[in-house]
């Protein structure tokens, strides 16, 4: 398969009327000096390997976190709820942590890093302040909306099942402030060409996880499942800031400098705008997603997510490294080398992803027995599971290089191409679901997955 890659030229920066143009200018933060706050540029295999090396860490831990999670509760309500609960959840965090605040905001910081410094903390700064306010405003409403929610997304689901899964909403909005913040965290710092907290991220949350799964088993009572996410969530958050403070990425602040903050969310806004719509459109074909599965059957549920874990282990082990090393670090390239470079990885994803569909299609009910077959996990579980892999290895390979692309457009300040294009992709997967759940179901929810990878890389190219 051949790909055509549009050069990728320079960032351009529109002139804003009153913006500070002395790079010396007051800024609202100390910014720092010492050679550790500098873009350490690693090119993007570098930057790829660190993020990879956390990937495969985190996949394995997340192998465990599934076989565990599957032997202890195989697919009844207490698993069904806590992948509800999540859910829930991160439909409202990733509006805000996900492509919509990394498609915007490295590019610009890793900008402001090269050429003016304070404006990178200014940046850093402002968007911490508003995030952390809308990390409170969200838990509140999950907490005072769990009941609702929880009807709304799971419709399936049995009286006692759904009261669960509210509780299991309510816990997790705990921890909600606090994962926003990491998020914007890991962005700094790969803004700056450090890859820490992203590339430890995964392994962190799946130990979280784990003992939350062990507190569930021990005490009885699977509640602690989201107890395990919450307790992550704060003290990552807390070990981000801390790495950042420690390596000199981000000064404390000194004062406040509203003319340098307004200017620089402004431009942070140009970028993001076209990008606004992108979290609810995609959240919204997932929130479609899991009320088709819970109309299959409640099992279908959690037989969903677990599906999704293997086909996820090649998005976050290729697409996701690639696409955010890439954000990063084509950037500091010229057209052509970020082409070449772009075209080169293009080849190799494909070269290995497209086998790796053509496994998960003839052998996925082999796997899914080898790996997950055990204890509660039995013979209709094993099934279900089956039937939605084979669904997603249709389109597997063409959603992991299709997300890389995407994160190619982000570079080049296309984002409204990114936009339509993910529109696009995510109205297919909708009409895929509710289409066909009743003639195929389990199945359908794979192959709709597997349709949105297909849309996404053809429209790109």
Not at 77 to 103: E, I
Request: aromatic share 10%; charged share 10%.
């Amino acid at each position: 398969m051949t790909v055509t890659v549009r050069p990728i030229p320079p960032p351009t920066r529109p002139a804003h009327p009153g913006a500070p143009t002395d790079p010396g200018s007051e800024s609202s933060s100390s910014a720092p000096t010492s050679s550790g706050s500098g873009q350490r540029g690693q090119g993007l295999s570098g930057a790829f390997a660190k993020l990879f090396v956390g990937g495969v860490a985190g996949k394995l831990l997340g192998m465990v976190r599934e076989v565990a999670l599957a032997a202890a509760f195989g697919t009844g309500f207490g698993v069904g709820a806590f992948r509800a609960g999540q859910t829930a959840t991160n439909v409202l965090t990733h509006t805000f942590t996900g492509d919509t605040l990394n498609a915007g905001f490295i590019p610009l910081c890793s900008r402001y890093t090269r050429e003016e410094p304070a404006k990178a903390q200014s940046l850093f700064w402002t968007l911490a302040a508003l995030l952390g306010g809308i990390g409170i405003l969200l838990a509140a409403v999950l907490a005072l909306g769990a009941p609702f929610l929880s009807r709304a997304l799971v419709p399936g689901f049995p009286l006692e099942a759904q009261a669960l899964t509210a509780d299991m909403i309510r816990v997790m909005a705990v921890g909600t402030p606090f994962y926003v913040l990491a998020a914007l965290f890991s962005y700094m710092e790969m803004a700056h060409g450090r890859y820490l907290i992203a590339s430890i991220r995964a392994p962190i949350q799946n130990v979280g996880l784990l003992l939350g799964i062990g507190a569930a088993v021990w005490m009885s009572d699977p509640i602690y499942l989201a107890w395990g996410f919450a307790t992550y969530a704060a003290l990552f958050s807390i070990f981000g800031f801390l790495t950042l403070v420690r390596n000199q990425v981000v000064g404390l602040p000194r004062g406040w400098a509203w003319s340098e903050a307004t200017h620089v969310l402004g431009e942070f806004g140009r970028l993001v705008r076209p990008l606004l719509l992108l979290p609810l459109v995609f959240q919204a074909s997932l929130v479609v997603e899991r009320m088709v599965a819970s109309l299959i059957s409640p099992d279908v549920v959690p037989a969903l997510d677990y599906a999704k874990f293997f086909s996820e282990s090649g998005l976050a082990l290729l697409a996701i490294p690639l696409g955010m090393a890439g954000l990063s670090e084509l950037g500091r390239m010229d057209a052509q080398r970020a082409r070449r470079t772009l075209e080169r990885t293009l080849g190799l994803l494909l070269t290995f992803t497209v086998p790796c569909s053509l496994f998960l299609a003839i052998h996925g009910s082999t796997l899914i027995s080898v790996t997950l077959g055990r204890g509660r996990f039995g013979p209709e579980a094993i099934h279900s599971t089956s039937l939605v892999l084979t669904g997603l290895a249709v389109g597997f390979w063409a959603q992991v290089a299709g997300y890389v692309l995407l994160k190619a457009l982000s570079v080049q300040e296309r984002n409204r191409e990114v936009l339509w294009i993910t529109a696009l992709a995510s109205a297919a997967h909708i009409a895929v679901n509710l289409a066909l759940y009743r003639v195929l179901g389990a199945l359908s929810l794979g192959l709709a997955i597997g349709v949105y990878g297909i849309v996404l890389l053809k429209c790109w190219t």
